[in-house]
């Protein structure tokens, strides 16, 4: 059974860091790249940063570069993302996705909420 799950979100005040996770299983972790997301309320889901197969190519929207920082673990079949000088704007619900094989899997999110 194919399983993306999210961890590590929360309450936070502006300007604090959270670190969130993403346990995958019931796939090959390395054959599939993947990304973080993220839905603010009202708003329409965006891409927040993607990681290739083995870590080495990591892209960013602007809005996280210099912020925000994701990493995989191969050996641990996790995704992380971790975040510095958070800001209210940066609410919302993270979602871990996996692209690969012809899939494409969506884990079911975790809130992430900044205070002022």
């Known amino acids: 059974q194919v399983q993306l799950v999210e961890s590590g979100g929360g309450l936070v005040q502006s300007g604090g860091s959270l670190r969130l996770s993403c346990a995958a299983s019931?796939?090959?972790?390395?054959?599939?790249?993947f990304s973080w997301h993220r839905q603010a309320p009202g708003k329409e889901r965006e891409l927040v940063a993607h990681?290739?197969?083995?870590?080495?190519?990591?892209n960013y929207e602007d809005f996280a570069r210099g912020r925000l920082t994701i990493s995989r673990d191969n050996t641990k079949n996790t995704v992380q993302l971790q975040m510095n000088k958070l800001k209210p704007e940066d609410t919302g619900v993270y979602y871990c996705r996996a692209l690969g094989e012809g899939f494409d899997y969506w884990g079911k999110g975790t809130l992430v909420t900044i205070s002022s």
């Open positions: 990681i290739g197969f083995t870590g080495d190519a990591t």
């Open positions: 019931g796939f090959t972790f390395s054959s599939f790249v």
